[in-house]
C-alpha cells in the first residue's frame, strides 16, 4: 500500500479529536461509571465513550485501516496493515477522575511502523497539538518548537521525582542527579507535547509504555525539533505483536544527548 496522504489523514484525525473532546467534557467533573481492569489500571465510562466514537468515526472514514486503542479488544489483523490509527481515547486517566485538567485525547496514523500523523488534545484547557511527517508541529495552529536547553542541571523536568532520589544512582557506573525542577502529569502523552511546545526541557518515564501512550505525542515532539528515543537510544516501533515500549525520552537534542549519558547503560526489568 503507498504512503498514506498525511495533510488529510491529519485534518481528519483533528476534526475527530476535537469533537471527541465534548464527550470527555460532558462527563468531567461529574458523576459516572468508574471501575478497575484486570491489571488494575482504572478505567471510566467516559473511556469507553470516547473509544467508541473515535472508533467508528476514523474508521468509516479509512476502512482499509487498521485499529489499535487501549480501550478496544486487540484484534491481530492490525499487524497486516501497512496503515492503522492508533488511539488513547483518554490518556491520564487517573487525572480524569480527579477532576485534574492533566489528561489528553490521542490518536496517530503510523504507516511501517511509524507515526506519520498525531494529535493530542487537552479538551479542558483546549490545547490541540497536532503534526504530520515534515511539516513541523502546532499548537491551536501556532509554531511550536522545544526548548534550546542543554544542561540537565536546572532543566524543566517531567518525570516521577522519587525516581531521581532512588539511592541506585549513587551505585557506579550511575551518577546522581543535579537539581532540576520535576513536576509530572497523569498523561505521558502530555507530558511529551509539553516538552514538543517549550513548556518543559525533558520528559523521562523508565518503565514500559503502550503504543497508544507515545505515537500521537512522538510525532508532535519530534516535529517540533525534539528527538524521542528508548532510554537505550533505540527508535520507538509500533505495531508490533506486543505493543510496548520498554522506556521513553523525550528532549530538545542537546539535553537528550546529556540524558542519555545518564541512562543509556541501564537494563531495566522486562514488564
Known sequence: MPAPDTAADLAL??????????IARGFFGGDYKRWSKAQGSPVTEADLAVDRFLNERLRAARPTYGWLSEETDDDPARLAADTLFIVDPIDGTVAFLKARPHFTICAAAVHAGRPVAGVVYNPITEECFTARLGHGAFCNGAPIHVSARQDVEGCRML???????????????????????IETRSSIAYRMVLVANGAFDAMLALSAKRDWDLAAAEIVLAEAGGIVTT?????????????????????????????????????????
Do not use: C
Open 13 to 22: 484525525l483533528e476534526s475527530t479529536v476535537r469533537e471527541a473532546g465534548g
Open 159 to 181: 518525570a516521577d521525582k522519587a525516581m531521581f532520589a532512588h539511592p541506585a544512582w549513587r551505585e557506579p557506573p550511575s551518577i546522581p542527579w543535579p537539581p532540576m525542577e
Open 231 to 271: 532510554h537505550d537510544g533505540a527508535v520507538l516501533r509500533y505495531n508490533r505483536l506486543d505493543a510496548v515500549q520498554p522506556s521513553v525520552i523525550g528532549a530538545g537534542p542537546a539535553l537528550h544527548a546529556k540524558l542519555m549519558e545518564r541512562v543509556a547503560h541501564l537494563k531495566l526489568p522486562r514488564r
